[in-house]
Structures are given as structure tokens and as C-alpha cells.
């Protein structure tokens, strides 16, 4: 008989000493299966887990890799956001499988540091909740996760507890450094940015390969941040479906995507459009169906440039350089186009820029706003004149993405200056760099002074951007990253 005064004791100490020898057992247990199912799995499939804590459709380096996994072979889950419409060539592909996150809530952009602080943690755990989800509920154990980094917080750390838990390799994708853009938030002198760099020092510091968009990206990784695993400098190349269009594609598209109506619906003044007729375009002109197409001889000069709408992108330069050209063409006594220029893009500073345009009084310039799908984004660029660049990078170690893609159109790019940006910009070759706006402009007088009569400087810049499109993507990532 059991004496009923004995009463066990069980202390904290001992359940969280019980609970430790409960997670090495199942963590012995898991590695064991895992290994023997690994035996048999391998030789079968490899798997790739993708995360972007982001909108996917707006992540395309993260598709490209999603891509190029897929056409080797691999089967991939890639785990983001939706937003924006991924391009038709990942959703239409049996090997890759989109898991899309529920969004958190969301505040305004204009939010106070104070409030700011007190909404991150919280969004931070529920993206925390989320992840763990989808990676160990709903996801087949990878042979690998490639995470994309920024943002760091809180994805580096689940990104490491789950490939430590799933017995898989974990690569990170270095965009740029996330405490970096914390900065420009906080201020780069905040304990909260410091904090914030240690923690993805921390997490950033191992794994099994690290991928880096620029040279000084993968030196400060290597001297500086000491991590351990693989250094590879993966460019950002273009895809083979961005490329120069040729007259006759430029005027089947511009027939679809009509920029009369854009402009007009955005400016004031219809007399700045050139005559418009069933047979033409904004630049071309197509007198019958057998014809061929040809440039209108009263067209604008088409120049576009993309952006997320971020502080780190300072668009008052473009206005401030666009006014001086437009004051220009009534100074000199050289002939000037009118400029269309096109900014396509989604962000929290678009508004602010729109209501900034709309109070510009400009007779030869115009400057329009608008959201281009995946697909017409490549068609636009091949049919522009110039690209502008007004990425700045946070870290001074990235590369915008936006030249990458009008270089793959055989565009040459104005590009603002800093600290990296010869990697892949050559001034005076395939492109030319400015400091402010004065500089800008006076590149624009230059480039469109009797234009396109006189196009020497532009065509001399093309041929150098042919040079850049020799290496794509498919090439370029195979030779980096499929060893």
C-alpha cells in the first residue's frame, strides 16, 4: 500500500532538466531518420527551400534563383509575400511551389520612431509564428534554404534554428546589410541600429555559403565580419527576355501600351503630344500594315527609371535636373527633343513625388508615373533612350538592380554616385555617373543636344552595354552557384 503522505516534488530545475533530455533525444531520433530517409530521398530529388520576407513579385533576384534551381532539377518552395503578380514563368513551372505568408498588420508609412518601436517586436513574433509554420508544417526537409538578407530580423535567426533542427544547409543571399537601412530610419547612432547589427552579425555569421552582389560586399564579409562558410560574388545579370527592341516591336507594343493616354492624364498641356493618328505612335509611326515601322521625326526622347519610392533614393535630383534641361531648350540655340521621362514603381514616398510633379510648370519635359507588370517592365526599357539610376545604396556595398535590367535592354544608364557603383557602371563607356543635379542636367543637355540627328555619345555607350549582356543570368549563376 502506497503511504499517503508521500507526495513527489517535482522543482522548475528538474522539468527544464527533463525537457533538455526530451529535445536531445527527439533531436538524436530526427538526425537518425533524417539520414536514413536522406539515403533514399537523394538519390530521388533535391530540395530547395526559398525565403523572401518580402513581396515576391518584387524580389526578382529571388525569382531568378528560384528559376535556375527549377531548371536543374531542383523542386523549390519559395515562402514570401504576395503583393505583386510573380513573373508567369514561375507560377506557370511544376517544380516551384509558392507559399504565400499572411501579412502583417499594417501601419502608415509616416509612423513615429516611437510607435515604429513599440509595432516592430510585435510584427517581428507574428513573422516569427508564421515561418516556423510554414518550414517545419508545411514544407518537405530541404536540401538546402537560401534566405535573402535583408531583412535580417527576424528571418536569420528562424533560418538558422530550423536548418539546425532539419539537419540542412543554410546560404544566405547578402542584398545589402539590414541594420544599414535601419539607419536611415533611426538614425545610424541608434542603440536599437546597434543592437540590430550585432544580432545579424550574430546569425549572419555562420553558414554553409554565402552569396554577395558586389566585390566590397563580399570583403567586408570576409575581413571584417570573419564569417565562416563560402564567399561567392554572385552579379546580378539579366534574364535572355530583356533585350533591345528592334522599330517593329517597339511600335506593336507602344499600339498596346499607350503612353499619349498616361501622359495626358498626368500633365497639363495636350499640345506637348506630337499629332496622334490610328497609324502611329507616341515614337513611331506605321503608314500601312505592310509598311515598316518607322520613327516619328517629331517624337520625344523616352527616358525611364524604376524605384521603390525609398529614402534612399533622392528623386528631388531628377525634378531639380529635368527643370534646368527644360530651361535649357529656350536658351540655347541648339535643338532639343521634348523628354518624356517614365518612372515605374511602387513605394511609400511615391505619393509625396507625385504631388511634387504635379507642381512642376515644364513646356518640353514631362514626367509620368506608373506600375508596370513583370512583363511590360523588359518592353518599356526596350524601347527607351536612357535609363536613370538614382539608387543609393544604404551600406555603399550593392548594386541597384534597375541598371542590371536596362543594361540587359541595351540601355546606357545616368546612374548617381557612390561608393560601389563602378563595379558596373564605367563612366564615359556604358554610361555616365553624377553627383547632384547640376550634374545630371548638364548630361542631358550633352546626350540629347541635336538629338537624335547627332545620337554619337548614346550609340558609343550601347555598344560598351552590348559588352555587359554577353553573360546573363542562366550563364552567369551556373558558373557561381550550381557547384
Known sequence: ???SNFIPTITESKILILLVIILVIFRAISVYLQKQANNVASALTKNVTIIVLGDIGRSPRMQYHALSFAQNGWTVDLVGYDGSEPLISITNNPNINIHYLSHPWQLPDKLSKLLFLVYAPIKVYVQLLLLYWILFAKINRPNCILVQNPPSI????IAQFVCWARQTNLIIDWHNFGF?????RLGHNSRIVKIAKWYEKLYGARAHAHLTVTAAMHRELMYKWEVQG???????????????LDLEEIHEFLTKFILEEIISKQSIGLDFLPSSSATSTLLTTKPSATAPAKYR???PALIVSSTSWTADEDFSILLKAAKRYDQATDKFSQKFPKLVFIITGKGPLKDMYEQEISKLSL????IVTTWLPAEDYPLILGCADLGISLHKSSSGMDLPMKVVDMFGCGLPVCAINFDCIGELVQHNKNGLIFNNEEELARQLIELFTDYPANASKIKSMRKHVNEFQKERWDTNWNRVVLP
Do not use: C, E
Not at 544599414?180 to 536611415?184: D, K, Q, W
Not at 563560402?230 to 533591345?244: E, G, N, V
Open 1 to 3: 500500500m502506497v503511504d
Open 297 to 299: 521625326s517629331d517624337r
Open 180 to 184: 544599414t537601412i535601419l539607419g536611415m
Open 363 to 366: 513646356k518640353n519635359v514631362r
Open 154 to 157: 527576424p528571418t536569420l535567426m
Open 230 to 244: 563560402a564567399i561567392s560574388t554572385l552579379y546580378d545579370r539579366p534574364q535572355s527576355h530583356f533585350k533591345q
